[in-house]
């Protein structure tokens, strides 16, 4: 006879029903074989005694038993483990790799090399370099709550809560649109939005479409890296060009397109990344011009438009483009906060359209109620009441950053005040490696973060890109004492070595 009385378990504090944990639990002895087929349980009286309960819970658990086939109840006879219920076969589990052959757990599937896990892992007292982020404490999350509250209490807000469309939600890609066409020159239509869940998306939805193997995009020898691995995923031939201090050297472009067939060219015309340089005009217009004699797209990456200190903003490549040659990549997670996958890809119709049927594959439609609230956002003037307010703060926070780093550290790094964006391009002296100093900083409770992401191309240049936005002044100058706390150390090793 099977031990029931001091086999089962009963958590009575847990909010699951008794009659569903004794389920679970004698499904797991009929799993492990030790109720093996054809065992007769207990009468639901004697099984109520035995485990202090009231007989319905065992009627109910033998119900619910039954009816997930587990048992069986034959008439004045009793219930039963289901007879011809087979033997689950069960063995030690292995996790092996062989060529980009993953076997784990029971079946084989296929990783991948050039994606890599983004760790968000973050240690109590640690303060980190980034890629050049925006400050989460100055997210206006009064004013979005509010609005989002406004939206949802409207009485037409179930129309929005069902199935909706791929291309994003229609009153947030008129508004977007507009403002676009007002702030950044471009002359679009609702027809030439689609709204996606940050650049990231847009980026990989333009692969997706314009790349297929062994097709060549043109990208920087510095590059923002996650483009990179977006394009080597689709199996592209990456060409990498010079970039200088006027951005991606054009003439190199054109040098490679009289030699082959050139599909695309990715940039991120207004703050280059890494280096944060701008791409001239003259650059600009050759460009466009070169895209439209060898008829390749150009993926305009513009990450972080709003952000420029010393003058107003540089129109995008696509208000230039009358050939619809350019397709052009935003989101509001830069200028509000990450957290809101609010973004857009603007292109011709006919783009736009492929675009959002793939769309709606991997991400069926955006969060409506979300996208109204922004819409309602920008409409309101509220967006750009919050971008002239970090402005501001970003621009000091930027002068004080480069006065330090200068002051402190000027015979160890070398770096040009960059004129926008919220990260500076810092080159460490050849002396000094940052795999040195990645490890010594760990001792000062400073992480440096993938250093190496920043040298694709193995250029061997030994500049990172260090973010300032996301620091107050205080913090700011913690950062830098931490960093000059670790190259003295370091400097200290390579004497005493």
Known sequence: MFPYKTSIEFDRKNSQALYLQLANQIIQFIKNQTLGPNTRLPG????????????????????????????????????????????????????????????????????????????????????????????????????????????????????????????????LREVLVAYLNATRGLHGTKANVLITRG?????????????????????????????????LY?????????????????????????????????????????????????????LLNLSRQYNFAIIEDDYDYDFNYNHAPIL?????????NVIYIGSVCK?????????????????????????????????????????????????DRHIRKVMKIYEKRRDLFCTLLKDKLGSYFHFEIPIGGMAVWVKLKSDYSWETISAVARKHRLGIGNWQRYDSAELGHNYI???????????IGELINRLKRTIDDVKRAEHYR
């Open 316 to 324: 995008p490549l696509a208000s230039h483009d009358t050939n619809g």
């Open 199 to 231: 650049s990231q998306m847009g980026i990989w939805l333009s692969s997706q479409l314009l790349l297929q193997k062994d097709d060549v995009i043109v990208v920087g020898k510095t590059n923002y890296a996650s483009a990179d691995a977006t394009f």
């Open 335 to 383: 200028t509000v906060a990450p957290v809101y996958r609010v973004g857009y890809l603007i292109a011709s119709k006919e783009f736009v359209d492929e675009a959002a049927k793939l769309r709606g594959f991997v991400d069926r439609q955006g969060d409506a109620l979300l996208e109204l609230t922004f819409a309602d956002f920008i409409k309101s003037g509220d967006l």
């Open 465 to 475: 890109r260090i973010g300032f936005a996301a620091y107050n002044e205080e913090e």
């Open 44 to 171: 639901s009286r004697t099984l109520a005694k035995q485990l202090n309960v009231h007989r319905k819970t065992i009627v109910a658990c033998y119900e619910e038993l039954s009816l997930q086939g587990w048992v069986e109840s034959v008439p004045k006879k009793g219930t039963f483990v289901l007879r011809n219920l087979p033997v689950l076969q069960q063995q030690k589990l292995k996790e092996l790799k062989t060529d980009g052959l993953r076997v784990n757990v029971g079946f084989s599937f296929y990783g991948n090399l050039i994606l890599q896990t983004k760790s968000t892992k973050r240690e109590d007292g640690f303060m980190y370099f980034n890629d050049g982020i925006s400050d989460g404490r100055l997210t206006p999350i009064d004013e979005i709550a509010r609005t989002y509250r406004r939206i949802s209490a409207k009485k037409t807000v179930f129309e929005h809560l069902s199935y909706g469309s791929t291309y994003g939600n229609d009153t």
């Open 234 to 286: 689709q199996k592209a031939r990456i060409e990498r060009v010079s970039v200088d201090e006027d951005g991606i050297v054009t003439d190199a472009i054109e040098k490679l397109c009289k030699q082959q067939q050139i599909k695309a060219v990715y940039v991120t015309s207004h703050h280059h990344h890494p280096t944060t340089v701008t791409l001239s005009a003259k650059r600009r217009i050759h």
